[in-house]
């Protein structure tokens, strides 16, 4: 009994994060992650940043690297299938309908409306998110790391053409090498 209470979990928190966060996986990301840390208390905010972290250096859509792999942690093959279903199923079918919907209005204010309205609450969880992983980084490796880190990922994400998944495995790298040894 106990195991169909975590799948309906699982179901019921990545079902919620993916229908409300709309706009596709970074809208999801702090919907998830409210799941996720504050809700059910799978994962830690530091764990949950880890996952957020592999997620945006592999390929594919992030919310459903994010689910899989968090249903695979609770709960293991059942838990993995169930949460990607949760994740994509709701998502691919809205997809369906909306656009079908929004093609046969989409010359309407409302529908212009909308879409613009949505932008700033995206930005704005967007911003919540990443706040909340910098007080982690903060507390887990000082403040002077951190900024040092975000930093030197800036340059590289603005002034080279170096793509962001190498910039995120250099951030691997060097805690690995570096941060591994100071903050034992």
């Keep these: 009994m106990e195991q169909l209470q975590t ?3 699982l179901f019921w928190g ?9 706009g596709g996986g ?3 990301i702090p919907l998830m992650q409210e799941e996720v840390v504050n809700h059910y208390a799978w994962m830690t905010n530091e764990q949950f940043g880890d996952v957020l972290a592999v997620a945006n250096a592999l390929p594919g859509p992030i919310a459903t690297k994010i689910a899989a792999f968090v249903g695979y942690q609770v709960a ?3 838990g993995f299938i169930i949460a990607t279903i949760a994740t994509v199923v709701p998502s691919a079918t809205a997809l369906i309908l909306l656009l079908s919907l929004l093609n046969k209005y989409r010359t309407s204010n409302v529908v212009k409306g909308m879409t613009l309205l949505v932008q700033p609450v995206i930005a704005v969880l967007m911003l919540l998110l990443t706040w ?7 507390q887990m490796i000082n403040v002077w790391q951190t900024l040092l880190i975000s930093a030197i990922a800036l ?4 002034k080279t053409k170096i793509h962001p998944a190498f910039v995120i495995l250099i951030a691997f790298a060097y805690g690995a090498i570096v941060l591994s040894h100071t903050f034992v």
């Design 26 to 28: 970074p809208a999801s």
């Design 132 to 138: 909340e992983m910098g007080i982690v980084s903060i």
């Design 155 to 158: 340059f590289m994400l603005t």
């Design 7 to 9: 799948w309906w979990e």
């Design 14 to 22: 990545f079902f919620v994060a993916n229908v409300l966060g709309y």
């Design 76 to 78: 293991s093959w059942p």
